[in-house]
């Protein structure tokens, strides 16, 4: 089976009203492209809960900040294709830039989640998770999935979403995905191409580093703060140049207390000019 492109809003709605005439459930895997084996998992995920999948391959301005990669963010559409060709994927949507943003960037109208858009990730890189609601809400409307599914890697995202998508009452299942990773446990990434080779035998650090916060941190008697301290301590000696280190609770991220059970240790650093994330979530 062969992927049909779509790259235009006609083409898009003309094959969503077809599926929607068949009855036929949507699922839609939003991505920025350069796809890995992560990307092909929330594909293979997708399909266990519809009955034609689509993708979408944009890179969004909207969520990259002042000297943040966007301009060398690895675009590979050709190759792409060809990756979903071999996976049979049923659609895949490309919009162009222009095409999202026919008036630019700066005057479209954004979505924002108040206060978990603002924590995390969200200190460190203002504005960016406006520009992923902004996107995803645009694309929800264009797909109409009945169920959309996002990796669990970037966790906070996924629990934006969530509540967007509960908040603004939008009739679309959220499917969160199992980190894919590599054999020594990195995170799969787009991102890990940037790292060089020493750097890139030094990032599973990171994963090994929150495997024993979590560990560490079912103990009756754990110290959340100090585990968080000497996380970043460890990665600072192993060259990481740490944004935080969190524990926080997994359906909302708030602070947990000594009650909560369902926990998530999430962190973000940079290794060289890589900026990583990770996370691995636990019952307490």
Known sequence: MTTVVLDSLTKLRTWVKEKKQKAQRIGFVPTMGNLHAGHLNLMDLAHQHADVVIASIFVNPMQFGAGEDYE?????LAEDIQKLNQHHLDAVFTPTVDLIYPDGVAPHTRVHVPNLSDILCGAHRPGHFD?????VTKLFN????????FGQK????????RKMVRDLALPIDIIGAPIAREPDGLAMSSRNQYLTPDERRIAPVLHHTLKTVAQRAIAPDSDWSMLESWAAETLTAKGFVVDYVEIRRQHD?????PNDKALVVLAAAKLGQTRLIDNITFQK
């Open 72 to 76: 060398r963010y690895p675009r590979t």
């Open 131 to 135: 520009g992923v609601a902004t996107i």
């Open 142 to 149: 264009l797909v109409q999935p009945d169920v959309a599914v």
């Open 154 to 161: 970037d966790y906070q995202q996924l629990v934006i979403i």
């Open 253 to 257: 991220l708030a602070r947990p207390t």
